[in-house]
């Protein structure tokens, strides 16, 4: 049997991937957090505007705080999984 990922796969899985998300989110609050941080600083020496980093910074922390929360989930099903493995393996069927 043929277990290879094929290439358009491995791509789909990697794109859909919830840890490519989660970074791809992290590292958008990171550069618009910086944008804002500057922004701020310049509102205090004069009047600013909003500009679209402030709307990337909140799409960033809600899609971040989304794939943490799936990664989260991922972990504690693996969890459940292993231990429910480890308790079939140590009750040998009779």
């Known amino acids: 049997?043929?277990?290879?990922?094929?290439?358009?796969?491995?791509?789909?899985?990697?794109?859909?991937?919830p840890w490519l998300h989660l970074i791809a989110?992290?590292?958008?609050m990171v550069t618009s957090g910086i944008e804002i941080i500057e922004t701020l600083d310049e509102l205090f020496k004069e009047q600013s505007n909003i500009g679209a980093h402030h709307g990337l910074f909140f799409y960033s922390l809600v899609t971040s705080l989304n794939k943490l929360a799936e990664v989260m989930?991922?972990?504690i099903?693996?969890?459940?999984a292993t231990q429910s493995h480890?308790?079939?393996?140590s009750h040998p069927p009779v």
């Open 77 to 80: 099903s693996l969890s459940k």
């Open 1 to 17: 049997m043929n277990t290879a990922i094929k290439p358009h796969n491995r791509l789909h899985h990697i794109l859909s991937s």
């Open 25 to 28: 989110g992290l590292l958008l």
């Open 73 to 75: 989930e991922g972990a």
């Open 86 to 89: 480890e308790e079939d393996a």
